[in-house]
């Protein structure tokens, strides 16, 4: 005797649309993220075990979803630049040495390279049935990487590994949006609720930090991910500020998460001191990135919650230049709502070059460092406009902790560019510098111009976005070399022109 009871075919008309419209699109983001995040873990994982078998399960698992699973590769990207070091922490009881954790805090660049080598090689495979339109793009994408391997080159003759590693900060963005531009101008993809989960996937990680934070560092293992990361950019340049300009002395990790309000000496005065949110990344001003591209993301969809939720997370990250970045973002979406997208690019970049000029000023009279890093780069310009090759100079310096803060604010520049972007971008790269930023430029007002014939919030949002960002990488490093700054702008824009070329919009708009 059978206990099963078959639906009538009506009952059953109306449950398939109900699955279709929620359990499958449900079950398909599930298992999305549920690879992504597999592809991001294992390897650290089987690093705990060795090296080499950590190295060989991220090639074999990122080479085998992309080549199946393109858009869950993609995903997996997002998922690693957000992720690996809250997994890395976890693990970091097995990391054996320094150079043990740097090459493990490496594989999202890893799965990063494998996936833009078997998405890109499968587009150049079909290189004859490509669509034209996105000609013009992989053309200045493919110059700009030709011009940034031949600074490698000479750089990694003076400087080793940290050419290495600059290279992979410089390259990111753009490898990100040659996967992004030749998967979404070959297929339809849709990715709008992978990106969305890890949004708030990342929006719980901030409020579980910002409810209990010493039992997110506790239960993350927090303190030996620290513990492994104290070097210039934690232990030593904030240790050293600290003591120097506030006469705080750090006793302890959360010290050092505390700073002034929005870490600006203008600000000091108003006695507000707030405890930074580092996110998963364990990284506050490029969490802070990815949470402003989230939350543009978001609210340019209409989620307005969960922007909300978002916002309220940037302003606990405080740091200026993702605040500054949403603010004019949401100012130049209003004039492309009012007066079209010229006027409203044009504006946008105009206040931009106003922000950067009094950024500049500001900066020189309070002994700023990101300024007095950038004053390093225009002061060396002029002596070598060819530039010194990809290594030399930056944060992640080896001479970075020589520094003297009190000589530099008394000189007016550091000895040479650091906490600027395009400051060691020109000290690196000469000239060609101002290639690389134009190009950016150019994308962004393509986008811009996508955005006139869709109308299309996002795709406003985007450029405007893309071309704050740019205009960031004066003050800031992380604007351009974190993964999760730069790269995910340029990988939204990346979308948008393939989607745009696949859909014959590129190419009316260029004809």
Sequence with gaps: MSLSIAASPAAQADVMPAFDRWLRPFAELTVTIAIAAIVTMAPVAAHGVHAGLGIVTALLLTAAVAWRLPQVALVAVLFSFLFQNLFVSLMSGFVRSETDFDIIRAYNFLILCVTWLVVVGTFLAHWRRRVRAVDPYVKVSVALMAIIGLYFMAGFVFNGMTAVVYLRNIVTPLLLFQVCLALFSAHEVRISRGIAALGVLGAICGLFEFAARDAWLAWTNGYGYWELASGPNWATLDWDKAVRQTGRVIVGLTDTFTIDFFNSPLLADIGIRMMRLFGPNMHAISYSYALSFFTVFALFRGRFIQAAVLLFLVFLCNAKGPMILLA????????????????????????????????????????????????????????????????????????????????????????????????????????????????????????????????????????????????????????????????????????????????????????
């Design 328 to 511: 004019l973002t949401g100012v130049g979406w209003v004039l492309f709502r009012l007066f079209g997208a010229g006027f409203a690019f044009l504006v946008h970049a105009a206040a931009l070059g106003c922000y950067a000029v009094i950024g500049v000023i500001v900066g020189l009279r309070i002994g700023d460092f990101h300024v007095l890093g950038l004053m390093a780069a225009l002061h060396e310009f002029p002596l070598n406009p060819i530039g010194y090759g990809i290594g030399t100079a930056g944060n992640l310096s080896p001479q970075f902790t020589t520094i003297n803060w009190y000589e530099a604010q008394a000189l007016g520049r550091t000895p040479f560019p650091v906490e600027s972007s395009i400051g060691v971008l020109m000290h690196q790269m000469g000239v060609f510098t101002f290639a690389v930023v134009a190009a950016y430029v150019w994308l962004a007002w393509r986008v811009m111009r996508i955005a006139r014939e869709t109308g299309n919030a996002l795709h406003a949002a985007a450029a405007l976005g893309l071309l704050a960002v740019v205009a960031n990488g004066l003050f800031q490093e992380e604007a351009f070399f974190a993964p999760l700054a730069l790269a995910l702008y340029l990988g939204l824009a990346g979308m948008i022109i393939g989607a745009a070329a696949r859909t014959g919009l590129e190419g009316r708009i260029r004809s």
